[in-house]
């Protein structure tokens, strides 16, 4: 894919992979040598667009939009203004922040930041390098930059848009000039995407001198193929089943869809991004509450749907969104919700475990069909790490999926996306799905080196990928998996696939935590602890760590990580620190944490 | 090692006197089973590998391993212990088992359901009420049988004392036990097994000691029996028999039950001579490549049994005596109170199944801790898997006699045939069961308790066993009538025990299914109900009247019906 081009120094002898060079020869069939000559001339300015990443700048006034992404969406925003500006011949060079060369800041002139903000108010993985750089001693001044910063948010996370709000302030704080205030989207981050890359671009045709070479404004668009959130590819369902005994608190999933090899590529690590149908049942109940029929006609940005359908599948109920709530309060005139939105510490606890469905029912209020469609949200995709390989299952993608269910305010709840995929999918079914990457989460560049994979429930779901993938290609290294869950018989996922890799000596050691088998009971950071001699052997070794899942079991493996290099590094603490740092920075310490 | 020696053999030889790779298989989170051949091994410590086969294929639907867990069957001579001791079995079973306690054919209790990490604790937790389960199962001499004869103490005690000597004797001398359970220390210098060599028997084996006119021990089932010959209350000494057994395979005309032979008399100090020279004949002349073909019994019909008895005549010294003429009544237990004539009393209660536990229906479980925190004598298990509170002063009767009727513990309105019948553990645990027996059994008999009622035979005893597989647990082919498991829901169908257990019941009609089987019976107790001589056993009627023949060389086409 086009960040495999970006990330290798100098072309290699052939950057295409074969799909790509498919793709490329279909797009220049049947051209005539002269529109041949042209395109040559125009794919030349695309590559000026992108030049390959870590090479020096040579000193003009070129302008970089670096981005920050996990899920995709700061990417999109960036590629989009890139396309804009190319569109209007201005010279860019867009890059991901992992990719960036740190002491090309200090040449910057014009620097355009797309940035959301992960697990609570981190950046994401691939921004961690630039924060610790603009934080350290070795920060450089920055009294000739420009820049102008764009986050991605969710206001219902308490540090809305902190990597965004903190980057902003490094960058000041090192002497750079933002060219106007840092803008903050949350969830429904469109419209004001496309207003903020209006005023970029007017700005940086200012800023583009005379002389340079413009490009003839063609969209990119058309003749790149890629899924992605705004142009999902259509999979079907070939099968679900339970993955966790019936007596498990926790109902697991497996997941298999099938997909079309030539559309879709991923690869270990990646996530699949996906749009769900809501329950019919909560559409039922909203409609009856509302008392609005279920094929009143209602508009979403142009498109005209029954208002059944867009509860269905366009709009947002089973997060229960800050704004929505701010909305509600405007329409319903309730005083106890307009005292609510004006204070955001109560909002996000009020809306914490509840669900749209929660205000119609405490607060009722008059609303027609388009104002209904208006006030909620459109549907936020979810994430799922892929838990296969393409190289065992070519035209197949699984997912490990956990119903996520809890009970708040008189109500059993279920989660939107999760509820759909383990309850009311069926074989057969259509499912509208797009491919995450997350270079930051990579098997080892050398089929040799070791790795160490822990997880926490579905957090194992990326290692069975792995797994698959060094088994397809016959790779060599050593592996090591370290699982935690509730139960030994109940709630061990994948057991038989590991015990067999275990067998075919691909998996060379198991470490296991349950949690709630008496006689037994332990978490992963502890049984990492207690395998701290052996951990650090590997580690000395070359391992590459993994860690993948929720972020309090990702905190606590950090914690137990610093013991460790304590304990067997005799490392003091700040050192230790550092020695995990150096990890990180090696990418021998990878984290997907949701 | 010839090549085509049977696996297990080299199994044993490479285990290291019984260690294997246990602690390994032990250590290992990943998995609820041991490692293979440690599977093999861990039954020579007692226990057996076993999985939840109702929930086999849901399981594997679900990428989680087989519901993995272990039976540990311990040994108990005679199947004596003390309530001190049972209220430790008790509270084991409670809290580290599936929660039931199972009493076995074989006069012991066995755990089901306990998990691998489970394993040691537990075997310390029996250790420390001086219980063990060396050689519970495996190649080896297992429980030894002893009737648990109550209304003759004096004579029941120096019995059961021999009986105790020759399961001491036979067993394996490894510390393996210790060191891998007991955290015990190495001996130093090198091991040996006088008795059994490092690759122990090519088989499991069986002994027994009764006391007639009681063949609840079923001796002749035995591989090696003892029948003990009395005088009033002294022992002259035992009658000895050999070569018996039940397990046998379906269609498998080379496989068959087969009575024990009688040897000869030998006097009481010449019993543990003879034990171990019938072992080492076996250990040295029995089938090392074949384990279907590995029992004694199949050793015998080898050898002969002129030649077998000269061996074990040579090997113990000793020249057998003609053997005594005795008696045997019956095969059941007499439930309910006896005295001893030394003013003790003893308690036989009904268990059905053997099945120990606490269900909405009874409090087996609640009922025989509180007997045993009352009282002071011991408890017997019997061959038929009920329970004796034995040695009850006269004071105390009617304190344990209201516990036990509480707890629905006394047989007391239990039909004659109910009462005289028993079915093997087969489904869920039984790897090897093709069909239900212990969870079926209760309700197949009470459809049999309603036809014997309607044809008026209901207050004659008959002796039934159903077994889940041709493997014979419940001695099935020495029942008047045995079910013996062919498939879901089939069974064939044996018929012409003795009531006695010195008689091999015939297979009458293969694979049936309930109907089927209830069908054939009301025709056959239509007839028994008309035609039977007064006091005439169902048994001893089939074969009177020719309904099966009787079995006189039992290698001869077993599998036949009719
Ligand atoms: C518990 C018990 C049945 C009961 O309901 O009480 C039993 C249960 C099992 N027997 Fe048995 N046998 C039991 C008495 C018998 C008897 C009766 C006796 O010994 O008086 C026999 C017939 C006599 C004989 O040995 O011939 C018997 C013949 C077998 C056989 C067939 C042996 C053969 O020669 O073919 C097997 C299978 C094997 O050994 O390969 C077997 C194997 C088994 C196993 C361990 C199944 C297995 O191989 O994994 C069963 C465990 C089931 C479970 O989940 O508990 N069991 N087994 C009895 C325990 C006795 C004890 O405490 O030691
Ligand atoms: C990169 C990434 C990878 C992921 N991989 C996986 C994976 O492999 N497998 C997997 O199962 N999930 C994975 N997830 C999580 C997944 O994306 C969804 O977040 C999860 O399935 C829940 O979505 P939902 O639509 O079912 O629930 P939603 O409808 O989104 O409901 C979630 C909302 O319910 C409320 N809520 C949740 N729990 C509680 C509670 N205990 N008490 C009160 N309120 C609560 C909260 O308001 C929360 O916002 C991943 C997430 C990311 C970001
Ligand atoms: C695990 C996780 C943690 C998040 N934490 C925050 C947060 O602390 N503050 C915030 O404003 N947004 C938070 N968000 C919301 C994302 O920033 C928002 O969805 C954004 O659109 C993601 O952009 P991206 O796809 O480029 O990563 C979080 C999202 C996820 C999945
Ligand atoms: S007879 Fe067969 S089914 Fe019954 S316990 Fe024995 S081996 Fe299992």
Known sequence: MDNTAKTTEGLPSRPLDGLQL???QQAVEGLSSEQLAWASGYLAGLGAVEPAAGTALNENREVTILYATQGGNARSVAEALAENATARGVVSRLVSAD??????LAKERLLIVVISTQGEGEPPESAIELFRYLQGKKAPRLDELKYAVFGLGDSSYEQFCQAARELDELLRMHGAQALFERVDADVDFQQLSSNWQGRILKILEKQQPSDQATIIPLQRGHARVRYDRNQPFQAELLERRRITSIDAVCNVQHISLEIDPQSIRYRPGDALGLFFMNDPAMIEEILSLTGLSADAPVSLNGESLTLARALGERLELTQLHPNVVKAWSALSAVPELAALSQDGEKLRAFVGARQFIDLLQSYPAEVDAQGLARILQAQQPRLYSIASSQAAYEDEIHLTVAALRYRGHGRDRLGGASGYLTQRISEGDPLHVYVVENPSFRLPASADTPIIMVAAGTGIAPYRAFLQEREALGCAGDSWLVFGNRHFHRDFLYQSEWLNYRRAGLLNRISLAFSRDEGARTYVQARLYEDRAELYRWLQEGAQLYVCGGVEMERGVCQSLLAIAQDQGGLHEEAAVEYIESLRRQGRYQRDVY | ???????????????RYLRGTLRKSLADQASGALMPDDAQISKFHGFYEQDDRDQRLERQRQFLEPYYS???RARLPGGICTPQQWLAIDAVGREMGNGTIRLTTRQTFQYHGILKRNLKPLIRRINQAMIDSIGGCGDVNRNVLCNPNPERSALHGEVYHWARRISEHLLPKTRAYHEIWLDGKPVAGGESEPVYGKTYLPRKFKTAVAIPPHNDVDVYT?????VSIAEGDRLLGFNVLAGGGMGATHDD???????????????PQQTLAVAEAVVGVQRDFGDRVSRRHARLKYTIERLGLAAFVTEVERRAGLRFEPVRSVRFTGQGDRYGWVEDGQGRWHLTLYIENGRVADTPGA????????????HRGDFRITPNQNLIVAGVPEDQKATIEAIARRHDLLAE?????????IACVALPTCPQAMAEAERYFPEFLRKIEEMAGRHGIDRQAIVMRMTGCPNGCARPYVAEIGLVGKGPGRYNLQLGGAGTGLRLNRLFRKNLNESELLQTLDGLFCIYASDRLPEERFGDFVVRRGLVNRVVNPAEAPHESA
């Open chain 2, 253 to 267: 005309p080379t496989t068959f039950p087969r009575l024990a032979d009688e040897l000869g008399f030998i006097p």
């Open chain 2, 222 to 226: 035995n591989d090696l029996g003892f």
């Open chain 1, 99 to 104: 990719n960036y060369r740190l002491k090309d």
């Open chain 2, 363 to 374: 409090k087996l479980m609640s009922g025989l801790r509180e007997i045993a925190g009352n």
């Open chain 1, 22 to 24: 498919s793709r490329l």
């Open chain 2, 413 to 421: 309105d239990r039909s004659p045939t109910r009462l005289a019948s």
């Open chain 2, 1 to 15: 090692m010839d090549i085509k020696v049977n696996p297990n053999e080299l199994i044993k030889a490479n285990s």
């Open chain 2, 70 to 72: 272990f039976m540990l």
